[in-house]
């Protein structure tokens, strides 16, 4: 099974700040199917970012990722309001399919 | 409009059984695998268990193995999940989510927004 390990666990950080979270693996992610969900509470995950580096659609261009093997990124350029949140990778290359423990975005 | 409803959930002693269901609409059903996540309250995303479009692979979490058992109706546009030998640690928010592709090694581009299951006596 992949470990992925998120840090930090918490980001405290102002509207119009960059934010740059982490996702590590316990092994290599093949062909770098590694996603990138985001939760507000009360809702169900939403679908950001795939591929390591694909916006999913509706996504706007100031999150963006990267990494490959075992590192992987999601770069929040500037923060807006509505970006506050949970954010949660997987790994969604082998069985069982894995999610990190996530990130909470909070306003500073 | 991609809609996913999930339905089953409930409160259930411990050993007891439940079925899930998760009504799906609004894409070809049969073109792609779809899943069960689920959720404890106030902790992480946990995958459960996911189904490939014509049901001939499937896979499951460890935490579920042989208690658990996912099914999908293709004609019905309808995804099951049989819990057996409920836990407490059981107890969650279940998720059906639809994956990007027909196997199961996809991402998950549309979610439900989920059905309680509390195991407790």
């Known amino acids: 099974e992949i470990v992925l390990t998120q840090s930090p666990g918490t980001l405290s950080l102002s509207p119009g700040e960059r934010a740059t979270l982490s996702c590590r693996a316990s092994q290599s992610v093949s062909s770098s199917y590694l996603a990138w969900y985001q939760q507000k509470p009360g809702q169900a995950p939403r679908l950001f970012l795939y591929g390591a580096s694909s916006r999913a659609t509706g996504i706007p261009d100031r999150f963006s990722g990267s990494g490959s093997g075992t590192d992987f990124t999601l770069t929040i350029s500037r923060l807006e309001p509505e970006d506050f949140a949970v954010y949660y990778c997987?790994?969604?290359?082998?069985?069982?399919?894995?999610f990190g423990g996530g990130t909470k975005v909070e306003i500073k | 409009e991609v809609q996913l409803v999930e339905s089953g959930g409930g409160l259930v002693q411990p050993g007891r059984s439940l079925r899930l269901s998760c009504a799906a609409s609004?894409?070809?059903?049969?073109?792609?695998?779809i899943h069960w996540v689920r959720q404890a309250p106030g902790k992480g995303l946990e995958w459960v268990s996911g189904i490939s479009w014509d049901s001939g692979s499937i896979g499951y979490a460890d935490s579920v193995k042989g208690r658990f058992t996912i099914s999908r109706d293709n004609a019905k546009n309808s995804l099951y999940l049989q819990m057996n030998s409920l836990r407490a640690e059981d107890t969650a928010f279940y998720y059906c989510?639809?994956?990007?592709?027909?196997?199961?090694?996809?991402?998950?581009?549309?979610w439900g927004q989920g059905t309680l299951v509390t195991v407790s006596s």
């Open positions: 609004g894409f070809t059903f049969d073109d792609y695998g």
């Open positions: 997987q790994q969604y290359g082998s069985s069982p399919l894995t």
């Open positions: 989510a639809k994956g990007g592709g027909p196997m199961v090694s996809h991402r998950f581009d549309y």
